[in-house]
C-alpha cells in the first residue's frame, strides 16, 4: 500500500482513518472543542451579542499557485465573508473532500497554511469532517468552511443605505487572486507575475470600527470581481456609480495577464480585499488608517454614488465612457 498519498481506506472509518485524523488533523487543530473528537463544538456565546454565521466552500484549480493554495483560500475567504458583514472573526469548522492518490505531502502543505493562516487571524478551528472519494471524482481536494463571529456595535450594512454622493474605496490592487490562478493552471509565465492577493481584511474593518455608522456598505470582490460587486448594489434602485479608470489599482502583473488573455480586470476576482462605500466625510479618514495597515497600503477612492438610475459607468483616461456591465457566465471556474 502506498503510504505517501490518500487510500479510499482513509475515508472507511477504520484504522487508516484513525491514523490520518490523529497524524494530519488533530496534530495541528486537537486543542480546545477539537479535544475528544466530538460531533459538534460547544461554543461560548457573549450574553446579548449577536453572531454572524457563514459557510463556503472551496474548489480551486490548481490547488496551489503563486502566493497561496486552497487552504489560504479557506480560511481567508471565510474570516473575510465575516469581516465585511461587521463581525469579529471567532470559530471555523473544517470540511475535507480527499481524492484517492492525493499526495499526502499535499495534504500537509495545505494543512499548514489552514494552521498559519487560522492563528494569524487569531479563529479557531472547532469541529469538522473528512471524506475521502476515488480517483477522479475531485480534482484532488475539496474544501468546505463555516465561520461565526461576533458582530460588532455600529455597523448597520446594506445597499438599500447607499445615496448619491456616497464615495467607493478599494482596500489595493484588484483581480491578483483570479489572474494568479488563471496564469497557473494554463501555464503562463510572466516576468514578476502575478501573485494570488489572498489574505485577511478583518483587521481592515476593525480599523475603522469608530466611523460605523457612516459605512453603509462592505464586500469582498470575489467570483465577478469589481464588477458584479457594483452592478448588485444599484440593481433596480434610482442611483448608479461613477469610476475613473485612472484611479482603479490593478498590479503590473495582473494587468499583463490580463492584456495577455483579453480579460477585464473589472470582472477578475480577489481574495484579499474589501469594497467599501460609505459618508463622503469619511473617506480620506478611512483611507488613512487602512494605508497604516500592510494590508491596506493600496488602498484608494475608485468612484462616487451618482443619481444616473441602474448604472455602472467607467469614466476613460482618453474622456470617454462606457457601461460596466456584470459578467456573462462563468468567466474564470475554479478560482476559489
Known amino acids: 500500500m502506498n503510504e505517501q498519498t490518500i487510500q479510499l481506506g482513509h475515508g472507511g472509518g477504520g484504522v487508516l482513518s484513525r491514523d490520518l485524523i490523529q497524524r494530519e488533523i488533530v496534530s495541528r487543530f486537537g486543542g480546545g472543542a477539537l479535544k475528544g473528537l466530538p460531533d459538534g463544538a460547544t461554543l461560548p456565546v457573549p450574553e446579548g451579542r449577536f453572531m454572524v454565521f457563514t459557510t463556503d466552500s472551496f474548489v480551486v484549480q490548481p490547488l496551489e499557485f503563486p502566493g497561496g493554495n486552497i487552504g489560504d483560500l479557506a480560511v481567508h475567504g471565510t474570516v473575510n465573508d465575516l469581516a465585511v458583514c461587521g463581525a469579529i472573526p471567532r470559530w471555523l469548522s473544517l470540511a475535507l473532500i480527499l481524492e484517492e492518490g492525493l499526495p499526502l505531502a499535499t495534504l500537509r502543505r495545505i494543512l499548514d497554511s489552514v494552521k498559519q493562516q487560522a492563528d494569524e487571524c487569531g479563529v479557531v478551528v472547532v469541529t469538522g469532517d473528512t471524506k475521502v ?36 474605496l478599494v482596500s489595493g490592487p484588484v483581480g491578483d487572486h483570479g489572474m494568479a490562478v488563471l496564469a497557473a493552471r494554463e501555464g503562463i509565465r510572466i516576468t514578476h507575475g502575478v501573485k494570488s492577493d489572498t489574505g485577511p481584511v478583518h483587521r481592515l474593518v476593525q480599523a475603522v470600527r469608530e466611523y460605523a455608522p457612516m459605512i453603509k456598505f462592505m464586500r469582498d470582490p470575489t467570483r465577478g470581481g469589481l464588477a458584479a460587486v457594483l452592478n448588485e448594489v444599484v440593481e433596480d434602485r434610482a442611483m ?25 480586470l473589472l470582472q477578475v476576482a480577489s481574495e484579499g480585499r474589501i469594497i467599501l462605500i460609505a459618508d463622503a466625510t ?45 459578467p456573462r457566465g462563468e468567466l474564470l471556474p475554479r478560482i476559489c
Open 282 to 326: 469619511i473617506s480620506e479618514p478611512v483611507l488613512k488608517i487602512w494605508k497604516s495597515l500592510p494590508e491596506g497600503r493600496g488602498a484608494t477612492r475608485i468612484g462616487v454614488v451618482t443619481d444616473a438610475k441602474g448604472r455602472v459607468v467607467l469614466e476613460t483616461v482618453t474622456g470617454g465612457r462606457r457601461l460596466v456591465d456584470v
Open 133 to 168: 472519494v476515488e480517483r477522479g471524482q475531485c480534482d484532488g481536494m475539496y474544501v468546505n468552511t463555516a465561520g461565526i463571529g461576533e458582530r460588532m456595535d455600529g455597523f448597520e450594512l446594506g445597499a438599500n443605505r447607499v445615496v448619491p454622493g456616497d464615495h467607493i
Open 240 to 264: 448608479g456609480i461613477l469610476l475613473n479608470e485612472s484611479d482603479l489599482p490593478f498590479s503590473t502583473g495582473a494587468k499583463a495577464a490580463a492584456e495577455l488573455l483579453g480579460v477585464d
